[in-house]
C-alpha cells in the first residue's frame, strides 16, 4: 500500500493497521488520502454522511478543499454513509432537513461539471479504503480498455474447458455490423454447407506470417486460421 493518509484521518489509519503511511502531503492538495503515480496525483475527500459532509459545507472546509483540489490530476470525492428520506425525498437528519436527495445529486453534479471531482459513495470507512486501492490500482495501468473489449462468454467453452470453433466463430461474427447471435448462427450453417467452413471469409495471410505478429502464438493462429481456411 503506497497511499499516503492524512493524519485527521486516525480511524481510517487505524484500519490499515502496520501498512499505514500517515502524512501530512494529503492536506495540502484538499484531501484525506493522496495517491503518487507515474500517471499524475490522485487526492480523495473522505466525507462521512451526513454528519460530516453538512459540517464541512457550514463552516467553509468544502470551499478550500475544493480550490486545494485543483492542483490534482484526478479528483475523487468519497461520500460515506448513507442517508435516510421521507416520502418527499426529504433527508431525516436534525438541522439538514431541507436537503432533498435532488438537490444532494445536483450538487455531486456540480462537483463534477464545475470542478472536475468525481462522487463515488461507500457504506463504511473499509469500503472507503478498498476504493482508495482500487484508484491507486487504477492509476497504476498504462492503459484501460475493457470499454472497447468485447468481452468473451463462458458459453464459448466446451465442457473440457476449451474454445468450441462454432462458438468462437458465432462469437466473431457478432463483432459485425447488424449481426446478432441468431443470425451468426444462420451465417455460419449456410457457410459449413456451402463452402465447408463456418466463417464465410478469407484472408491472405500464411500461418508463418501470422506467427510474426506480435503477441500471437502458434496455437492461435491455428485458430484463427482454421476459421478463415
Not at 43 to 66: C, M, N, W, Y
Not at 133 to 146: N, V
Request: net charge positive; hydrophobic share 35%.
Amino acid at each position: 500500500m503506497s497511499f499516503l493518509t492524512a493524519p485527521t484521518e486516525k480511524d481510517a489509519l487505524k484500519h490499515q493497521g502496520d501498512n499505514a503511511i500517515s502524512s501530512s502531503l494529503p492536506e495540502k492538495y484538499g484531501a484525506d488520502f493522496l495517491i503518487l503515480t507515474p500517471n499524475g496525483k490522485c487526492g480523495i475527500q473522505r466525507k462521512h454522511f451526513p454528519e460530516d459532509f453538512f459540517a464541512s459545507l457550514k463552516d467553509g472546509r468544502t470551499a478550500r478543499e475544493v480550490a486545494l483540489m485543483k492542483q490534482l490530476d484526478f479528483r475523487v470525492w468519497v461520500i460515506e454513509g448513507k442517508g435516510y428520506y421521507d416520502g418527499q425525498g426529504r433527508l431525516l437528519s436534525e438541522g439538514n432537513s431541507r436537503w432533498t436527495k435532488s438537490a444532494l445529486r445536483n450538487l455531486s453534479r456540480s462537483l463534477w461539471t464545475q470542478h472536475g471531482i468525481m462522487c463515488e459513495y461507500t457504506d463504511d470507512v473499509d469500503d472507503t479504503l478498498s476504493v482508495v486501492r482500487e484508484w491507486e490500482a487504477y492509476l497504476k495501468k498504462q492503459k484501460h480498455i475493457s470499454l472497447l473489449t468485447r468481452q468473451k462468454d463462458k458459453k464459448l467453452e466446451d465442457e473440457w474447458g476449451k474454445f468450441d470453433k462454432r462458438a468462437f466463430a458465432q462469437f466473431f461474427l457478432q463483432g459485425l455490423p447488424r449481426v446478432g447471435v441468431d443470425r451468426a448462427g444462420t451465417i455460419i450453417d449456410y457457410s459449413l454447407e456451402k463452402l465447408g467452413k463456418p466463417v464465410p471469409m478469407s484472408w491472405d495471410i500464411t500461418l508463418e506470417d501470422m506467427c510474426k505478429i506480435y503477441g500471437i502464438g502458434k496455437k492461435t493462429a491455428r485458430t484463427l486460421m482454421e476459421l478463415f481456411e
